[in-house]
C-alpha cells in the first residue's frame, strides 16, 4: 500500500509538470546520495540511490559539467535556433520554460485611432511595448505604453491571404 500511495506520489507530479517531477524526485535524491558518499555513508542510503566509486572532487566536476551543458544547450537554442514564435506565443525546448521568455497573444488597441491588431507582446519598458505581428513576417513594432492599450486573448487568428 505504501508502494503504492508514493507511485501514485510521483504520477501525479510528473502530470503536474515533468521538470517539476524531475526536481522534487530526482533533485534530492541526487543531493543525498552526494552527501552520503561526502560522508563515507554509502551503507546506510538504499541501494538504489547510492552513488559508490565516485569521489567529492569528480561529484563536483560532473555537476560543473552538466550545467555548463545545460547553459550551452540553452544559448544554442536562443542564439541559434532563435525564438519559436507561434499563433499562441512562445514555444521551445528551454527557453519559454527556463529563462522565462514568453510571447503573450494579445490585441493592441490604438487609443488614438482606435485602429485594433492581434499581436504578440515580447515585453518593454515603461516607454515602450515591443510587439511581433506574425501574420506579416514577423515584424516588430515598438509602440508607445501611452498610446496603445493590450487586451489578453488566446491565440491570434492572421486575415486570409496574409503571409506567416
Known amino acids: 500500500m505504501v508502494v503504492s500511495a508514493l507511485w ?53 566536476a560532473g555537476s560543473l559539467l552538466a550545467l555548463i551543458a545545460f547553459i550551452g544547450l540553452l544559448a544554442y537554442e536562443v542564439f541559434i535556433v532563435g525564438p519559436d514564435l507561434r499563433m499562441d506565443g512562445e514555444h ?39 510587439l511581433v505581428d506574425p501574420c506579416d513576417k514577423g515584424r516588430v513594432d515598438m509602440v508607445s505604453v501611452g498610446s496603445h492599450r493590450l487586451v489578453v486573448i488566446d491565440e491570434i487568428a492572421c486575415p486570409a491571404g496574409s503571409e506567416s
Not at 502530470?15 to 546506510?44: C, F, T
Not at 529563462?99 to 485611432?113: F, K
Open 8 to 60: 501514485l506520489a510521483v504520477a501525479w507530479l510528473l502530470a503536474q509538470g515533468v521538470d517539476l517531477g524531475l526536481a522534487l524526485i530526482a533533485g534530492p535524491a541526487v543531493a543525498i546520495a552526494i552527501i552520503a558518499n561526502i560522508l563515507h555513508a554509502n551503507s546506510e542510503i538504499p541501494r538504489l540511490i547510492r552513488i559508490e566509486g565516485i569521489r567529492p572532487g569528480a561529484a563536483v
Open 92 to 130: 521551445g525546448l528551454l527557453t519559454a520554460r527556463v529563462l522565462g521568455i514568453n510571447a503573450q497573444p494579445v490585441s493592441a488597441v490604438n487609443v488614438d485611432t482606435g485602429e485594433v491588431a492581434d499581436l504578440l507582446y515580447l515585453g518593454g519598458s515603461a516607454d515602450l511595448y515591443v
